[in-house]
């Protein structure tokens, strides 16, 4: 019997409510799913003939935006870009431009996975607030109240044990960013996880509030945040190219993360979920989670109704730094609030919500028009893409209203473009030498491992790939092949003796780690050693 394609699709969006439960999804928003799935396809045929509105009412072609967008990421030198456009029929618009990796010269496809950064934390706010939807959680219930123990015996959160305010903190907080956490300890002077203000009182953006309710949603569920997320996220809403961890296909076509001057770098392949900053996606893929917030209706309307409501006002003169403990005077250019997981504004074109997304090597914005029902997701590989988001997503959908100075977005400016440093040179050192460093270090509640491979050391850790270290003197300092946001000082036990750890008890690591400025240097216990560098891996033998 023939069947019409809306018969097709109508059919198909049956079947898929029978298989993952009428209460969760209606066929309305099944249908939604599958004609968007249509729409995207392999080559995202069927958007590209039609011209995509914009916020102003004007309209612009899709071949006219391609050049315009092509023309702005190469004068900027982003490496790397997915993007897709949301508009009046689900997703308007999706493309890719450049290269997943510079050094090979292997073309960005619609189907690249790129790394989506603090993205990751808008799917995660979506997975709470479905468990939230269930009753196993409440958003106003203390967290501590789900856990076995008081929060400050758990070894990772031990610097708490005076400071009681973390009973009273809620996943509302978490989600709207008001715990009074840092974004990470690592990042405080001294490198200590403290509460910095009244929970609830103002905005801080956080991720070690995100680090520990994600710990809360696990425990109360049962279930990893990689297992939730394909269930409740990814696999109804055919997000096919996103995960929280890597997943082996990937590897065929996967964007590697690129520095400022165009030099890709190795990620490691995380094997761990981490609700902060670990989601692998393209922006077609994010774009589905987008029109599934457009189009909820009924109870799941009323959640994402209570995730795009404002929350907590943003008087802050910008995200992060010193600014974000400025308030400023008068008002600004629009109403800056945050919701649950999504920053949100009102402006002239309507309600919006956004995120930023900002991780070494991959950048990437999302701002969505409530109202109008257009929006813009760009996920790049290179650290050049925050120099001219403002530009891309004002050509593509008109936005003039994004908070980009809050966020901290410098503006492109070819005058300020720097020269590459240069390479790191290795220098050759003696096996002898290297198997000084042979042992496990400690990172907070990490341990991470080195080992000797003939005249290779490697350093590995839980959830990550190993990765290879080179010498770069002959003191030797040993740099690793990527850059990391901390520095560790770690102290090796005195020969013969068995030290505790001071948390739990058990016998320390060879290498103990505390945490300083600037970038990752390991020493011996009992030699001092001068910091060197910035954002570097590195471990030392010795200081002279």
């Given at each position: 019997m023939?069947?019409?394609?809306?018969?097709?699709?109508?059919?198909?969006?049956?079947?898929i409510?029978?298989?993952?439960g009428?209460?969760?999804?209606?066929?309305?928003?099944?249908?939604?799913?599958?004609?968007?799935?249509?729409?995207?396809?392999?080559?995202?045929?069927?958007?590209?003939?039609?011209?995509?509105?914009?916020?102003?009412?004007?309209?612009?072609?899709?071949?006219?935006?391609?050049?315009?967008?092509r023309?702005?990421?190469?004068?900027?030198?982003?490496?790397?870009?997915?993007?897709?456009?949301?508009?009046?029929?689900g997703?308007?618009?999706?493309a890719?431009?450049?290269?997943r990796?510079?050094?090979?010269?292997?073309?960005?496809?619609?189907?690249?996975?790129?790394g989506?950064?603090?993205?990751?934390?808008?799917?995660?706010?979506?997975?709470?607030?479905?468990?939230?939807?269930?009753?196993?959680?409440?958003?106003?219930?203390?967290?501590?109240?789900?856990l076995?123990?008081?929060?400050?015996?758990?070894?990772?959160?031990?610097?708490?044990?005076?400071?009681?305010?973390?009973?009273?903190?809620?996943?509302?907080?978490?989600?709207?960013?008001?715990?009074?956490?840092?974004?990470?300890?690592?990042?405080?002077e001294?490198?200590?996880?403290?509460?910095?203000?009244?929970?609830?009182?103002?905005?801080?953006?956080?991720?070690?509030?995100?680090?520990?309710?994600?710990?809360?949603?696990?425990?109360?569920?049962g279930?990893?945040?990689?297992?939730?997320?394909?269930?409740?996220?990814?696999?109804?809403?055919?997000?096919?190219?996103?995960?929280?961890?890597?997943?082996?296909?990937y590897?065929?076509?996967?964007a590697?993360?690129?520095?400022?001057?165009?030099?890709?770098?190795?990620p490691?392949?995380?094997?761990?979920?981490?609700?902060?900053?670990?989601?692998?996606?393209?922006?077609?893929?994010?774009?589905?989670?987008?029109?599934?917030?457009?189009?909820?209706?009924?109870?799941?309307?009323?959640?994402?109704?209570?995730?795009?409501?404002?929350?907590?006002?943003?008087?802050?003169?910008?995200?992060?730094?010193?600014?974000?403990?400025?308030?400023?005077?008068?008002?600004?250019?629009v109403?800056?609030?945050?919701?649950?997981?999504?920053?949100?504004?009102?402006?002239?074109?309507?309600?919006?919500?956004?995120?930023?997304g900002?991780?070494?090597?991959?950048?990437?914005?999302?701002?969505?028009?409530?109202?109008?029902?257009?929006?813009?997701?760009?996920?790049?590989?290179?650290?050049?893409?925050?120099?001219?988001?403002r530009?891309?997503?004002?050509?593509?959908?008109?936005?003039?209203?994004?908070?980009?100075?809050?966020?901290?977005?410098?503006?492109?400016?070819?005058?300020?473009?720097?020269?590459?440093?240069?390479?790191?040179?290795a220098?050759?050192?003696?096996?002898?030498?290297?198997?000084?460093?042979v042992?496990?270090?400690?990172?907070m509640?990490?341990?991470?491992?080195?080992?000797?491979?003939?005249?290779?050391?490697?350093?590995?850790?839980?959830?990550?790939?190993?990765?290879?270290?080179?010498?770069?003197?002959?003191?030797?300092?040993?740099?690793?092949?990527?850059?990391?946001?901390?520095?560790?000082?770690?102290?090796?036990?005195r020969?013969?003796?068995?030290?505790?750890?001071?948390?739990?008890?058990?016998?320390?690591?060879?290498?103990?780690?505390?945490?300083m400025?600037?970038?990752?240097?390991?020493?011996?216990?009992?030699?001092?050693?001068?910091?060197?560098?910035?954002?570097?891996?590195?471990?030392?033998?010795?200081?002279?």
């Amino acid at each position: 019997m023939h069947m019409s394609g809306q018969a097709r699709v109508e059919t198909v969006a049956r079947r898929i409510a029978g298989h993952i439960g009428v209460d969760r999804m209606n066929i309305r928003q099944v249908l939604g799913m599958v004609a968007m799935a249509a729409a995207l396809g392999p080559h995202a045929a069927g958007v590209e003939d039609t011209a995509i509105r914009r916020l102003d009412g004007s309209h612009i072609a899709p071949e006219d935006l391609r050049e315009a967008v092509r023309g702005i990421t190469e004068k900027a030198g982003v490496t790397g870009l997915s993007m897709a456009v949301v508009g009046d029929d689900g997703v308007a618009h999706v493309a890719a431009y450049g290269m997943r990796d510079a050094k090979e010269q292997t073309p960005a496809d619609i189907d690249t996975v790129f790394g989506a950064a603090s993205l990751s934390k808008t799917v995660f706010a979506y997975v709470v607030m479905l468990v939230v939807e269930d009753g196993d959680i409440g958003l106003d219930t203390p967290l501590v109240d789900y856990l076995p123990k008081p929060l400050h015996e758990d070894p990772s959160y031990t610097d708490l044990a005076d400071d009681l305010r973390y009973e009273r903190i809620t996943a509302r907080m978490v989600l709207s960013h008001t715990t009074g956490f840092p974004n990470w300890r690592f990042l405080t002077e001294d490198k200590r996880l403290s509460i910095l203000f009244e929970p609830g009182a103002r905005h801080s953006y956080s991720g070690e509030g995100i680090a520990l309710l994600q710990r809360v949603v696990e425990r109360v569920t049962g279930r990893g945040l990689q297992e939730l997320a394909s269930e409740r996220v990814f696999d109804p809403l055919g997000m096919t190219r996103t995960s929280y961890v890597w997943r082996d296909e990937y590897a065929a076509n996967r964007a590697l993360p690129h520095d400022e001057f165009g030099r890709p770098k190795n990620p490691p392949r995380r094997v761990k979920a981490d609700a902060a900053g670990s989601m692998l996606t393209t922006a077609g893929d994010y774009a589905r989670l987008v029109t599934a917030l457009l189009a909820a209706d009924g109870r799941r309307g009323e959640t994402v109704a209570e995730i795009l409501r404002p929350q907590i006002r943003i008087a802050s003169r910008s995200m992060f730094g010193p600014g974000a403990w400025e308030d400023i005077e008068g008002d600004r250019d629009v109403e800056l609030s945050w919701g649950l997981g999504w920053g949100r504004f009102d402006s002239d074109a309507g309600r919006a919500f956004f995120h930023t997304g900002h991780d070494f090597g991959f950048q990437a914005y999302t701002v969505t028009f409530v109202d109008q029902g257009i929006g813009v997701t760009l996920l790049a590989n290179s650290d050049n893409l925050e120099s001219v988001a403002r530009e891309i997503v004002e050509v593509a959908i008109a936005d003039t209203y994004s908070p980009f100075g809050w966020l901290g977005y410098a503006p492109f400016d070819p005058e300020r473009r720097r020269e590459p440093p240069p390479e790191p040179v290795a220098t050759h050192v003696p096996a002898e030498i290297l198997g000084t460093y042979v042992g496990a270090y400690r990172l907070m509640e990490n341990v991470f491992r080195v080992h000797l491979e003939g005249e290779q050391l490697i350093v590995s850790a839980e959830g990550k790939d190993e990765m290879p270290l080179l010498g770069e003197s002959e003191t030797p300092i040993l740099r690793g092949r990527r850059r990391h946001p901390v520095r560790v000082h770690a102290r090796r036990s005195r020969s013969g003796r068995e030290s505790r750890d001071r948390h739990t008890g058990a016998p320390d690591p060879d290498y103990k780690g505390g945490v300083m400025r600037g970038a990752a240097v390991a020493r011996r216990r009992g030699v001092p050693c001068s910091p060197e560098g910035k954002g570097a891996f590195r471990l030392r033998r010795h200081c002279t």
